[in-house]
């Protein structure tokens, strides 16, 4: 195994023998790293700023640390920066970028800073940046839910429980049902985001500086809304980016009923939807075969998303205080999470402006049996005094003759009805059809028109639409 | 296989034969949920005055329902109560004795209801009862902390990174730490009881309700601060039950990390801790042995807690809306995470209480070498002018020399220092003591004395102490 | 806090404070572990009648601890016996009754042992007879697969990738691909018995014993294959309990898909099967449901499987040699994944027996478009010489001629797929029939009947019908 | 969002609407699949070559196909070749290059053949191949463990159990615990491979193929020992991949184990062993540190094993039958585990060979106190005749009395140990002393230095050292 001085390393001091190579593979981070190098070097230029205003450094080094960090972000945005995996990381790659480019100016900026407090600043920024993302493309897929449910206003689709035909209800109150979930969503991303907003520079290694720092200026130049209040805490951290990985994990598993639906009704015995193809693949052997490919990928990009969340709380599990290198490993289930996620809200959005139901298939399910208006009978004879248990069992009676029979409830004919319970009188008919059964459910956040009119127009005020 | 006439069920009207003997053993519930029975009878009460209010029931009735309840709840409190299985869960066990104790009345109580959105309300109520117990755990484990920071106030231990001695720092300041992170975990079981506190009672199976009913009068008896916006969703959500399972998993984290420390000081080769006799367990083989089983334990159980929150979210994959009888298996990793958590607050913020430092070890390690005060040289290389990464190269080289001559950096004379780096003076000497490295560190969020005596204070007021 | 002289303790030699009465209620695990009961005095029989034979203890003491363990056995059997938490767990509560009850010689049965070793064979004797119990419900559930598909043999279903329908195939050799599954399971199971069935004891706590004993013989007594060989890793070993578990998770995942199957072929949609009354539960507010409650919490119940193993892998990341009190969360996971895998086995394989698949919709499906034979069209090309691909794209292009046409492909005459490829002729109608479809895929595994009869066949062989 | 004509695609003969850019993106997968390209060449060449023998292509066609093929895997090896995203996966990818180079003959390989079956096929080869790789891993680590057993075999080490000295073990006997977890995973890995070995080929989409193959032949040619015996299990099935998994999953377990070993031991406290400088890293900050990076990241590393798990056994739950798009989510977390796990085993193993044990600061450990030698005072009392029991309490009240006059058993005087029991003579210092003890325990397994000889000579026997 071939070695190196480490005294090239920034830390290589106090070392006798170099790295071994098989280890800087090992140790390696920059090739996943790199991607927080924007939050990096915004970071450094409000702490060489900082440095400078409290007299650590000079203004000329200031400038010089500025300009040069410039220079570098340049170099990286358009490709041309070179990254060297014997240099670590990312921070190291840029420091040491740094002082080769402005010599020493460059080897005061880590004063007063560790590589410890560095990292969690990179990392707070960029999950930050992320929250914000998150929450819009939240929006986003809560605006194609609302535009698809406006455009699908009156249509009336069967709705499930336990995958059973249960009552009728209208298509748009069954997507306004994901627009809550990823509403909740957004709010717990919001929280999360509250809790990510917290500077932890300052804190050096684990236990402060002497140095006369002033942490507070930072966080404002970072627009941070407050400054961590424990330096061991600080570096040893990452309870905010578990908590987005669970804000991951759970718009994931949303989207995996959504898309688990958009499966179920793309099949042909259900026939609810017709996905553009456009948004479908085919199949290398089968040539009819057209298939609902992108919530399938969906459903199972839930797996990974638990996975990574499962991972960075197994990995932090047992950690002593403060910073241990176990914490490297925070950093790619946090960037998987959040391209997995992205891809999947954004592909999602798309698929819903793509989506068409199919009139034909669906009235030919409202209508087609299932006895989706038994509780409207249960519910009308609780009008008529019934007690509701009574009513449920004598509903159920009734329920059992049309089975035997062959026929749907509202082809009963009324003597037959009032053999079942007495007091039934023709306006029974009325709440047996599933236009009826619909509009009459206007309890608060009921599928009936009027409700569902009333959260379409509340939403689409949220959106701004 | 025996079976019986399932017309004995609530919900038998149409079914003709009766339910498998072992199928009532696979899908009771009963033996877990009655733990929800409190909140169930208190959601019924207030569901039955809200139907009183409406006209959907007579006053008689109402009052019929509450004096049974009562009576029911009572006859549970003192274990007279008896379950049956074949009723499969607490509202049917609850409903059904109702109805024998009260007749019709009790046959009412049903109206405008369905166990889907029953269910929902007992697990929300059940939840928002358990956040407000876990502020209050959370806060007596901060107070364990900080009464333990406080007596100790001044003490020196070695701060870590790596498991290396890092820098010294005060064991208030350690301690401090996890207050921190439970002051955290106090916020998010806060955002979660916020979500949680949201009531879905009146969405009925999943497409609301015809019959008149108010859901707004049932939130404000129940103290909710909202209801629900969508009926279909409302039956089918269990994220504030998914968000409280991630908040225990990142508790049950913390107590690891923490637990994690004490084995390791409660060690021989460490020694910093001793936990009293009555918090630990000997040997049945090893008659010298103390053991430190609680922290073991609780650092053993991060993993249930882990897999508590697994087990919901696999559940959730995938599942098509609306209500579906997988969501029956939310309730026992819900109430295990509950009591396992619950049990390791409690146990640890006993053990704090019952811990003592080991003032001669702890001595012996900070002033025991480690060089910790490494950092304290290159800092001040750095007020002499120097740039940081050459006062690091510098100090790096001062230790290797120390290594070599088998000394501490304390130890250096100044002639031998100036070798290294010139403008050293004797004021050196001061920050390379472990006192004056810790009482330098004087950053926000520091070691220092003065701003770890600010911190308890802050704490100290904070938990009104 | 009260608290006991812990000198009550088998182990309080040492100890000055007794055990503070929470401290009891935590470490307590008789609540759970007592299920090993058999298991530990079987072992203690063996290491008893071993101290015997090698001299360590009497024969008279030996008989003694014979004649006491039989007792306390029975005793507990027949629930008379009464267990300590202050005795912490079932070695102690049996060990304490048999000092109790013989003096002396029970006083010296825990010779040359330790609890660590002890517990491992507990579990190992407990997990062993577990892995049996599986292995045979394993087959009893391939059995009712296998019946099922004998019973329905001829009878065709879509077979589906995608949930889109793609070639239709026998309604057996779909089941039989559940028997292969369940196969595989068995095997797993078996590798996991094989390095189960270990002998650990004899290890003592940790580092073995001086005292000269002979583990052979107990191994022999006890049935194991082989003792371990390393006292170390004996204590500090609970990879069986992990396999084990995740043998549990994949079975149930098996679990999971065949009842997501049974979900949707029992909605209206499909309904291509009917579950037997007696294995559905109704609805307490919809009269006409019937709802397939048993595969929906069999597919729920897949989240606390999963959950269980990650429990146990987590508790065991990190923890150095050898016993740790964190290993006392092995059992928990342990006995939930054997409950719940075991009973979900059991009403599965009793639900496929109340199965009845619906020939009319089955029929009504596999005629009723979706080109499930356009693949035998493509093949049909290829037998006629034009190369796969192209084939395929023909095919491709006679389906989109279809769809426009509202027919399906059998519905073609023959000039108009001739202009597609000329060398088609009539003899391809044979093959564009589901049943001639089915019947010609004769590959080995394939659906065609011969060979469903050939793997029905070779299924019975293995399964002694 | 632009689009373009799917017709280009090999399934795009029914599709009207190209596909959107987006989506071709989403569903990519060459990006990470294009990792199987020799599985897939490998697996293509054999299926050719039946497909010649059985008369379904011409010989010159497969040898077109065979030539063809090897160009591309020639580029492909050398990077000159081009894969394209819109062309989906590996499998299209090399099927149109082969195409576009040898025209139709290339459009006849896909004959009798699906993406489905063949994806099968490439990730058992795979996984084949990577059974092999670890299976050779283990041994290296193995390896290692035994190279440095033997070269530190009389060493002498305090045995641990709760972190707290128990009783003195070989240094030796130590390792060998982790040589026997590692045997263990690699006769896992073993029983796995056996599992993966199974050939898919030849089922098609999901019913076997009309055409007459010849399955068993390809699986002779590719090394398989059987063929997979139904079509629709076949495509569904990633049971091999979900077990190699948790084996993985299990091997990083231990890591993680002898990693938090190798952390504590260098820890200043402990100080056991030494890491050599290039296994090291140090501080960006803090000149002084040498910290233990290996064993952190692997540590931390099995988070994300942990995590590959969990994502793959989520994503299979609830999938109907038979091919589902979610399981191309299969393939990224086998390649993570590939690619960590064996990266961890290999730097372990390298980190092994680069470890030196501390004598001064073990002899220090192992005379320093902690009563290590209890037991075998106990055991000695009970080759007196005194029951296990009382010996046990008795030699907890010498340790008391040691405890409390602050030395240590080997320093009591014969008189003052009478006083405990009148039974004790001189003879017992010998099986004071911590030499005595280890040579002692010569039971099977156990750490006596005969013993322990006799496990390593067994080991490097196995090895062939």
């Known amino acids: 195994m071939s070695e190196k001085k480490s005294s090239g390393k920034m830390w290589g001091g106090r070392f006798q023998q170099g790295t071994a190579r098989a280890v800087e593979d090992f140790t390696c981070s920059v090739h996943f790293d790199s991607r927080l190098y924007r939050h990096d070097i915004r970071g450094s230029r409000a702490h060489a700023r900082m440095l400078a205003r409290q007299g650590l450094i000079s203004d000329t080094d200031c400038a010089a640390i500025i300009t040069g960090l410039d220079a570098i972000s340049a170099e990286i945005d358009n490709g041309s920066f070179e990254f060297k995996r014997e240099l670590e990381d990312i921070h190291m790659n840029i420091e040491k970028a ?14 007063a800073r560790s590589r410890n407090d560095q990292v969690a600043l990179d990392l707070r920024l960029y999950l930050r940046d992320q929250c914000d993302c998150f929450e819009q493309l939240l929006q986003d897929i809560r605006r194609a839910l609302v535009e698809l449910a406006r455009n699908n206003f009156g249509l009336i689709i069967p709705g ?38 917290v500077m932890p520079l300052g804190s050096a290694a684990m236990a402060g500086t002497g140095l006369p720092i002033d942490r507070k200026s930072v966080a404002e130049e970072l627009e941070f809304t407050a400054i961590s209040r424990n330096s061991m805490d600080s570096v040893a951290d990452r309870d905010f980016a578990a908590e987005f990985l669970f804000c991951c994990a759970l718009i994931q598993t949303h989207l995996s009923r959504l898309s688990e639906e958009l499966v179920i ?93 199919n009139h034909g298939r669906l009235a030919a399910a409202v209508h087609g049996g299932g006895f989706m208006t038994a509780t409207d009978l249960a519910d009308y004879l609780v009008t008529r005094d019934i007690p509701f248990r009574r009513a449920h069992e004598i509903t159920g ?27 039934i009188d023709a306006g029974v008919f009325e709440r047996l059809s599933v236009e009826g059964s619909v509009a009459s ?24 639409i």
Not at 166 to 191: K, N, T
Request: charged share 30%; net charge negative; aromatic share 6%.
């Open 265 to 357: 009704w793309a099949s042909d015995e259900f026939g609810f939807v017709d996905i553009a193809d456009s948004f479908c693949t085919g199949s290398s052997i089968m040539p009819q075969k057209k298939n609902p490919d992108i919530p399938e990928i969906v459903r199972g990009k839930s797996g990974r998303v638990l996975g990574n969340l499962v991972s960075l709380l197994t990995t932090l599990k047992g950690l002593p205080m403060t910073y241990n290198r176990d914490l490297q490993e925070d950093k790619e289930p946090v960037f998987d999470s959040v391209d997995t996620v992205s891809a999947c809200l954004e592909i999602s959005a798309d698929l819903l402006h793509n989506l068409k139901f």
């Open 441 to 464: 459910r206007v309890s608060a956040g009921g599928t009936a028109n009027i409700r569902v009119e009333e959260a379409l127009a509340r939403a689409e005020e949220e959106l701004g």
């Open 98 to 111: 740094l002082s080769d480019r402005i010599g020493d100016a460059g080897a005061r900026l880590h004063t």
């Open 160 to 197: 499930y429980t336990h995958m059973q035909r249960a009552q009728p209800v209208l298509v748009s109150h069954h997507l306004l049902a994901y627009y809550e979930m990823f509403g909740r969503d957004r709010e717990r991303i919001g929280d999360c985001r509250k809790r990510t907003n």
């Open 397 to 423: 009676q009734v329920v059992a003759h049309c089975l035997n029979r062959g026929i749907d409830l509202k082809d009963m004919d009324l003597a037959e009805l009032k053999k079942f319970a007495p007091g």
